[in-house]
């Protein structure tokens, strides 16, 4: 098994690499790739070193598997190339996720649509993918009819730039260059990505597009605020969800324990309930602060955490990644 990690020096791609070296997956020969800046530096995987190679020289040895965290722009050029020789694309970008025939993949709410001759896979935001972990066992069991979401990102989400930025700011020092237009460090910014003629951002309308589109619910009423927070461990949401039908909050925490993924932190009489510094560095999508909207029927308020670097980004991957090896490939 050849795997090539595309951008491995960047904030998801090292997260990449971590989760990987962490896995059971047999990898025999690791290719890593990164920008022409960082060709013929190595990375640590496995206890080996490993040489940063180019991209043609990448695709040139014919990767079995090639996770992609490089930025659409490169996603859109060398994707095809890989695939076109067989290589299976595992893109982290939203360059292909709203794509026609392209399949976009929460492992544990829409594997299943996987074909072996699916070449590019494309990895959702990674604020719909903690999303959908929660909305997925709830259509299931109710039905949904309408959501609104508010998102609490991450610096991360942005970058090492962002993270810089926010620090320098901490420590009362000039950032060296501005990820932001503002301040991010004691504020908040209700601006994720670039504002589009609607009034919305673009990560605005990804969580709505994608969600829709993994849930196979072209219909669903669903609108969403995205703003960036000065924290490092995750992204929060906060989710205002009216079901089809009557529920008891009771079985909403049973449907939700039960998901895969989902570890459910609900006790408000004992004050707990998900942060992102509890969520820092773990693969689960944490669920709390569940409980009734009682302006509206049916509708539940509820709190979702989850580390945007890992099970938004790296770790959702990776989970790809071990399914089309245990149950794709071997159907070619």
Not at 168 to 173: L, P, S, V
Not at 205 to 224: A, F, G
Not at 274 to 290: C, K, L, S
Request: glycine share 6%.
């Amino acid at each position: 098994m050849k795997i090539a990690i595309i951008g491995v020096t960047g904030l998801v791609g090292e997260k990449m690499l971590e989760i990987l070296g962490a896995s059971g997956i047999a990898v025999d020969q690791l290719i890593s790739v990164a920008s022409e800046k960082s060709v013929g530096k190595s990375v640590q995987f496995r206890g080996a070193e490993h040489r940063i190679i180019s991209m043609e020289e990448a695709i040139a040895l014919a990767p079995d598997v090639a996770l992609f965290s490089a930025g659409g722009s490169v996603s859109l050029e060398y994707a095809p190339r890989f695939a076109a020789q067989g290589t299976v694309v595992i893109d982290n970008s939203s360059a292909w996720r709203m794509q026609d025939g392209i399949p976009l993949i929460v492992p544990e709410v829409n594997a299943h649509i996987l074909r072996p001759e699916d070449k590019i896979i494309a990895n959702p935001n990674c604020s719909t993918i903690q999303l959908m972990l929660v909305l997925k066992p709830l259509q299931e069991a109710f039905g949904l009819k309408r959501v609104v979401v508010s998102t609490y990102q991450s610096v991360t989400g942005t970058g090492v730039k962002a993270v810089a930025q926010m620090d320098a700011e901490r420590a009362g020092q000039v950032p060296a260059e501005m990820a932001y237009k503002y301040q991010i460090d004691r504020n908040c910014l209700p601006q994720v990505d670039v504002f589009l003629e609607s009034g919305y951002t673009k990560e605005e309308m990804k969580v709505i597009e994608e969600s829709r589109k993994i849930l196979s619910l072209p219909d669903l009423q669903i609108t969403c605020t995205a703003v960036r927070v000065p924290v490092t461990g995750g992204h929060s949401e906060s989710v205002n969800i009216e079901l089809a039908r009557p529920f008891e909050l009771n079985d909403v925490r049973r449907v939700l324990s039960d998901f895969p993924g989902i570890i459910l932190t609900d006790d408000p009489q004992n004050q707990l309930y998900p942060m992102p510094i509890h969520a820092h560095n773990r693969d689960e999508v944490f669920v709390g602060r569940i409980r009734r909207d009682e302006s509206l029927a049916n509708t539940l308020n509820l709190w979702i955490v989850a580390d945007n670097l890992r099970k938004g980004a790296a770790t959702n991957a990776v989970q790809i990644l071990e399914y089309v090896i245990e149950n794709v490939m071997h159907r070619r």
